[in-house]
């Protein structure tokens, strides 16, 4: 009999399902666009969580959406994870637009705050270079499929409303924390974080090991944020910051190679174009535009050996302008240069090249002032008598001088060629 019993209370524990209780509820803070510096810090918290064998993950957002391939390795992460992980969309005010949409129906447990939305989850491109036709068309179908073939996956998985989230990829729907819940989308609406915790407590769900049941009443809440590289890159990935550098590593180098030497300019600009470069990796640059910024500083250049009157110039006034408007293409205005950044930005990176560019001409309008060629056309006194060769006193220096005929001592003579260390002169004529 005895064992018996002890057999039947072995197979309760094998078959029943584990409280997950450990020590923390660890939360992840993520604001802005998803990008790979977001990506990289999310997959380092989830694997930190998982080797800590913690309570609960919860990504608290706010995001307009971002890079596809981001999205896809927060993703994976979470699919992976051992400790359960819950989207949260919050405080109120917040959204959790495309690639939002995906992760939030891709995790264990999925929470808005009262006054947030989601959706609008419909792909961009994020190729660039535009492109127009048929060709172009079949392309956004492919992409538009694939993106609702893997949210509709995503949502079934979790054993929430694929047909929604199929339209929130189609038709670019969004909804409010309170539809969402009722429309099954989300599992539940909390005001904070805690009230989160409170609310799973007693959950069952499903992780990758299989199914599990939270225990997270009493447990602590610790909060995490970016470290400073991985802010800095967060930062450096804005599409406003990124233009930013671009233009004054463009404006950087511009004004070094039209005056060699300085050196500051051409190491800030080189500095500011590779982190403007490490940026755009991670935007959909619109190559064309790109390459109209470059041909209108190559413009600039040419004005100062080339006298056109302005032409180059203007020319690279235009090509600049339409570079710029051209050179994120997304319809998402989460990765769009906002116009208080870029007109601003255009028209002082314009200003400061037309300065540059009117310096340098008239720096080489001027008469040199040094070595051979600035002696050329000033005056002397003769002190000692050229018949024809003698010294003449130019500047405070004895140069020693020869002339075609005689110049007596006290005479003022014009320089007309340098030759070594002889000077050519001829007498300047006396007004009576």
């Not at 977001?38 to 380092?44: G, L, N, R």
């Amino acid at each position: 009999m005895n064992k018996q019993i002890g057999f039947l209370l072995l197979i309760f524990f094998l078959t029943a399902h584990p409280a997950y209780s450990k020590d923390l509820v660890v939360v992840v803070k993520i604001s802005g666009p998803i990008n790979p510096a977001v990506a990289e810090y999310v997959a380092h918290k989830i694997n930190q969580a998982n080797a800590d064998q913690e309570a609960l993950i919860v990504l608290h957002m706010d995001t307009p959406g971002g890079l596809d391939t981001s999205m896809r390795q927060i993703i994976k992460k979470i699919q992976g994870s051992q400790v359960p992980i819950a989207s949260f969309v919050a405080p109120s005010g917040s959204r959790a637009a495309s690639a939002g949409t995906f992760i939030t129906i891709a995790s264990h447990i999925a929470a808005m705050a009262p006054g947030t939305n989601i959706g609008a989850a419909h792909p961009v491109n994020m190729m660039g270079g535009g492109g127009a036709g048929e060709q172009a068309k079949t392309m956004e179908q492919k992409v538009a499929n694939d993106a609702a073939a893997y949210i509709r996956s995503l949502a079934e998985l979790r054993k929430r409303n694929a047909h929604w989230a199929e339209l929130a990829v189609t038709k670019s729907v969004s909804i409010s924390a309170e539809e969402a819940l009722r429309l099954n989308v989300i599992d539940l609406i909390a005001g904070d974080v805690k009230a989160l915790v409170l609310a799973v407590d007693g959950r069952e769900v499903q992780v990758a090991s299989g199914s599990i049941t939270l225990d997270t009443g009493n447990l602590q809440i610790v909060y995490h944020e970016m470290n400073p590289r991985q802010k800095f890159l967060d930062i450096i990935s804005n599409p406003n910051v990124a233009y930013i550098l671009m233009m004054l590593g463009v404006v950087g180098l511009y004004f070094e190679m039209s005056n060699p030497g300085l050196v500051l300019p051409g190491v800030i600009g080189a500095i500011s174009l590779i982190l403007a470069l490490y940026a755009m990796q991670t935007l959909p640059i619109n190559y064309a535009g790109f390459l109209l910024i470059l041909f209108g500083v190559i413009l600039f250049i040419a004005e100062i050996s080339i006298m056109s009157y302005g032409l180059l110039s203007v020319s690279g006034v235009i090509s600049i302008f339409l570079g710029s408007t051209m050179l994120i293409d997304s319809d998402d205005p989460a990765l769009q240069i906002s116009r208080a950044i870029l007109y601003p930005t255009l028209g002082l990176t314009l200003v400061l090249s037309l300065g540059i560019t009117a310096f340098a001409v008239r720096t080489r309008s001027l008469k040199k002032q040094g070595g051979a060629e600035g002696m050329l056309g000033e005056t002397g006194l003769v002190k000692d008598a050229l018949n024809p060769q003698g010294r003449v006193q130019v500047r405070g220096e004895l140069w020693e001088a020869e002339a075609e005929g005689p110049i007596a001592a006290g005479e003022t003579v014009r320089i007309d060629a340098v030759e070594g260390l002889t000077i050519k002169v001829t007498k300047v004529e006396s007004i009576k």
